[in-house]
């Protein structure tokens, strides 16, 4: 019967209308899929110091973290806004000067249950005023469940963070950059658009560490200036 009601809160999801949420097989673990296409980057002067960023770092997107995709020309993330655990708005301009691993869940996804407990570790092991993970919770229905899951799984090193209107989802989806959950964003200190994964991963992995705090080194070097 709980899955029954569960099954019916993810048709409840607004703006839902036209997109087929279903699950396959990514890595040897469970993507739910929501469909659509991904769009050519242009390179962005807004981000052209990151591209010397992405182009150090795309080595390390192996093993683990093999189906991260590096930008070859990153570009500034869309304004997204979502709730803090304090419950007031954010947005990722809050997070400028630091790296962050953004990544966007839901209770009803079982993938994104899978590699919560990983990206916990991941925070506690690489989290700095330089790097910080950012999951973003994505359930619309039974509010509770997502705190009380994270209780469960002993998570004690991710802020909570959540948007209950998924909004975000749908937004990141129009733009062809979230088409399912999972879905993680590996952006930089000047909100620039490093890498993208669709579904999930073993982030505490070695190579997971390695990714996101080479990147968070770079990113954070002051950028040299012509005198």
Do not use: H
Request: glycine share 10%; net charge neutral.
């Amino acid at each position: 019967m709980t899955d029954q009601m569960e099954s019916s809160s993810r048709g409840n999801l607004p703006k839902i209308a036209g997109a087929t949420l279903a699950v396959a097989a990514v890595a040897g673990v469970l993507y739910v899929n929501g469909g659509g296409s991904g769009k050519t980057s242009v390179v962005s002067q807004a981000c052209a110091a990151s591209r010397e960023t992405s182009q150090r770092v795309s080595a390390l997107a192996k093993g683990e973290v093999a189906a991260m995709s590096i930008a070859n020309a990153p570009e500034p993330m869309p304004e997204v806004t979502f709730t803090g655990p304090d419950g007031k708005p954010r947005k990722l301009e809050d997070f400028k000067g630091k790296t962050v691993l953004l990544n966007l869940w839901a209770t009803w996804c079982v993938p994104c249950r899978g590699e919560m407990a990983a990206l916990d570790r991941l925070q506690a092991a690489a989290g700095s005023d330089k790097f910080e993970v950012v999951t973003i919770n994505v359930d619309t229905s039974r509010l509770e469940r997502p705190k009380a899951f994270l209780g469960e799984i002993g998570a004690k090193n991710l802020a909570y963070y959540a948007d209950p209107k998924a909004e975000i989802f749908f937004q990141l989806r129009q733009s062809g950059q979230a088409l399912g959950l999972p879905t993680t964003f590996l952006i930089d200190g000047s909100g620039c658009q490093i890498g993208l994964m669709q579904g999930p991963a073993n982030w505490d992995s070695e190579e997971g560490r390695s990714l996101v705090t080479r990147t968070a080194e770079i990113s954070s070097r002051p950028t040299p200036t012509t005198p």
